[in-house]
């Protein structure tokens, strides 16, 4: 019963890893979490963020 436990957890965790890659990989919410948390891209504009060819 632990093993069948352990695979269940460990596919629940590979599961919200890949959520969560590919939430963080949509230009648009990474944009608002770079306009959000660091000061140098406070004064700048979300498209321009989201235009930005790092997010590409």
């Given at each position: 019963?632990?093993?069948?436990?352990?695979?269940?957890?460990?596919?629940?965790i590979?599961?919200?890893n890949k959520l969560c890659k590919r939430i963080l990989g949509h230009p648009e919410i990474l944009g608002r979490i770079?306009?959000?948390?660091?000061?140098?891209?406070?004064?700048?504009?979300?498209?321009e963020?989201?235009?930005d060819d790092i997010l590409k």
């Amino acid at each position: 019963m632990d093993k069948v436990l352990e695979i269940t957890s460990n596919d629940h965790i590979i599961m919200i890893n890949k959520l969560c890659k590919r939430i963080l990989g949509h230009p648009e919410i990474l944009g608002r979490i770079i306009k959000g948390f660091i000061k140098e891209a406070k004064d700048v504009f979300l498209e321009e963020i989201i235009d930005d060819d790092i997010l590409k």
